[in-house]
């Protein structure tokens, strides 16, 4: 009888060890990337970018301390520069002024981004965004210049090797499109704050 109580006990005990125990939303944030306490005692904002297609949404996130490339209504040049804060409606970027000797922050409105240039590593398509324009460019002149002997080279251009280049290069530049979108923020890609609860 007693080997029979301290089995139901063994079952017991091995079962409520082994329980999983339910995670707060803040736990699991956690536990996603421990760096993230800092966010939280920032009351947890962080920017959203929703990127609608096909009838699904892709949400990239960002935050502080997070580094945003990014252009403004009205401006061409791109901004490239680190999160500091995140409110309800702006985030704010920080530069060091060498003239001044000192850190200048700047608040831009959610409504004032005009696109935004997401990073997106893709196993190696993200290197052929590197690599397949430099391949091309290496395939066009070993092809057109040949080396003769001594200080001598032979030009011979040829339009097929041109053709062969540029496909390997704007393969290069499809690569670099697939790992580093640009979407312009409005009706169809909303960026907006969101907070961790």
């Known amino acids: 009888m007693r080997s029979v109580y301290l089995f139901f006990f063994l079952f017991f005990a091995f079962f409520t060890s082994s329980a999983q125990t339910i995670l707060s939303d803040k736990e699991l944030f956690l536990k996603q ?34 580094e945003l490339v990014f252009t403004i209504k009205g401006q061409r ?20 002024n060498e003239i001044l000797n000192e850190h200048i922050h700047t608040e831009v409105p959610l409504s004032n981004v005009r696109k935004i240039r997401i990073y997106r590593r893709i196993p190696w398509v993200t290197q052929g965004a590197y690599m397949l324009p430099l391949a091309g460019g290496i395939f066009f002149l070993s092809d057109t210049f ?11 251009f040829d339009p097929k090797s041109t053709l062969i280049a540029g496909g390997i290069a704007s393969l290069g530049f499809l690569c670099k499109r697939l790992s580093f979108p640009t979407y312009h923020v409005g009706n169809r890609h909303r960026l907006h704050v969101l907070r961790v609860k």
């Open 33 to 66: 990337n421990p760096r993230f306490q800092t966010y939280l005692q920032t009351e947890g904002r962080y920017l959203v970018l929703d990127v609608y297609r096909m009838g699904q949404i892709r949400r990239h996130r960002f935050y502080v301390g997070d």
């Open 77 to 96: 040049k791109k901004i490239r520069e680190n999160i500091t804060s995140v409110s309800d409606s702006s985030f704010t970027y920080t530069e060091f």
């Open 146 to 156: 040949r080396y003769r002997g001594g200080m001598e080279f032979h030009v011979q």
